[in-house]
């Protein structure tokens, strides 16, 4: 079977990866889905420039993922929240969790367990046909290009 070839400019993989795929910006997603909000909370809890920072909050701003909102503290600061279009990325960054824990956990293990609100059910990540809802993997999909 030949393989699949799909343009980097139409893939949906290939957009978010050059959205996502630097470190700190995966890492202020990990932070804001842990309820860090303000600047210096990020960059405190990252030890991250605050160069860096920036540009990496504005351009997640820019692209819809995080707003910014204004709080009185001696002057008007701001707080960066995740919008719609952020929230969505929740399971991508647990499945992105989950196979770390597998692969990649250090010796010492996780640093942080996550836990279901209402039942203390411990977080998973599954991938299911929309369809009739059985649990997939790579082997059980069959790709078809659009273009």
Do not use: N
């Amino acid at each position: 079977m030949a393989p699949v070839k799909v343009a980097d400019e139409l893939c949906t993989v290939s957009l978010p990866a050059a959205l996502l795929g630097e470190r700190w910006t995966l890492l202020l997603l990990r932070q804001a889905f842990l309820g860090t909000r303000r600047f210096e909370d990020f960059q405190s809890s990252m030890d991250i420039s605050r160069s860096v920072l920036t540009e990496r909050l504005g351009t997640l701003v820019e692209e819809g993922i995080l707003r910014r909102e204004a709080y009185k503290d001696v002057r008007t600061r701001y707080e960066y929240r995740l919008t719609e279009k952020g929230l969505d990325l929740y399971p991508v960054l647990m499945a992105l969790r989950k196979w770390g824990d597998r692969w990649m956990a250090p010796a010492e293990g996780r640093s942080f367990d996550l836990h279901h609100r209402s039942c203390g059910g411990d977080v998973g990540v599954h991938v299911a046909c929309e369809e009739c809802g059985a649990e997939l993997s790579a082997r059980d999909v069959s790709v078809t290009p659009l273009r």
